[in-house]
T-cell receptor, first 121, second 116 residues
Framework: GAVVSQHPSWVICKSGTSVKIECRSL??????MFWYRQFPKQSLMLMAT?????????EQGVEKDKFLINHASLTLSTLTVTSAHPEDSSFYIC?????????????????FGNGTRLTVT | AQKVTQAQTEISVVEKEDVTLDCVYETRDTTYYLFWYKQPPSGELVFLIRRNSFDEQNEISGRYSWNFQKSTSSFNFTITASQVVDSAVYFCALRGGTGTASKLTFGTGTRLQVTL
């Protein structure tokens, strides 16, 4: 089955530093990947849609300059949390849809990475 | 706008009991897709099932079964003879439409605790 690998699984960083999280589709090509954020005991909130070869589409209220997304290849998207602060501490999880490019099948499920637990001290 | 409601925040059952997790959705799309995901304590999201809006057949997979009722906009999930390994947070999700902008909307999740 489709596998999405996310790295690192957890990271602790100091306030003011930047952290990069990688999301790879291991056995399929993903022109679109999705980045979610999950606070403790809460649901997943979509942060942005990462499009290969073009700019990411951010959800309302998500700072694009703070959460930099790069999707340079069909199998890799990265999320960089810049100048991290304690309030950025959260569980970040990426996902991708296996299928033919960006057009489906739309009923194909998203496959999620294992998530990255970020703690900013 | 899309919305998924999982009214049950937490459920606690004893092993071997049956348990049903409720999911109610809202969408204006005539074509949409419903999903259930499991999130164990380790954090990863595990895909369980997908159902499209024009297929109201219920589905059974081992101890898991799903009841899709379009008339009540519900997509409930039942675990029969629950086991401790079923302990996790379960998310119901909805994707409406078929355009590239269609997004997956998650419910708030139901935390299931199965004890011995």
């Amino acid at each position: 089955g489709a596998v999405v690998s996310q790295h690192p699984s957890w990271v602790i960083c100091k306030s003011g530093t930047s952290v990069k999280i990688e999301c790879r589709s291991l056995d399929f090509q993903a022109t679109t990947m999705f980045w979610y954020r999950q606070f403790p005991k809460q649901s997943l909130m979509l942060m942005a849609t990462s499009n290969e070869g073009s700019k990411a589409t951010y959800e309302q209220g998500v700072e694009k300059d703070k959460f930099l997304i790069n999707h340079a290849s069909l199998t890799l998207s990265t999320l960089t949390v810049t100048s991290a602060h304690p309030e950025d501490s959260s569980f970040y999880i990426c996902s991708a849809r296996a299928g033919t490019g960006n057009h489906g099948p739309y009923n194909s499920p998203l496959h999620f990475g294992n998530g990255t637990r970020l703690t900013v001290t | 706008a899309q919305k998924v409601t999982q009214a049950q925040t937490e459920i606690s059952v004893v092993e071997k009991e049956d348990v049903t997790l409720d999911c109610v959705y809202e969408t204006r799309d005539t074509t949409y897709y419903l999903f259930w995901y499991k999130q164990p304590p380790s954090g990863e999201l595990v895909f369980l099932i997908r159902r499209n809006s024009f297929d109201e057949q219920n589905e059974i997979s081992g101890r898991y079964s799903w009841n899709f009722q379009k008339s009540t906009s519900s997509f409930n999930f039942t675990i029969t003879a629950s086991q401790v390994v079923d302990s996790a947070v379960y998310f119901c999700a909805l994707r409406g439409g078929t355009g590239t902008a269609s997004k997956l909307t998650f419910g708030t999740g139901t935390r299931l605790q199965v004890t011995l």
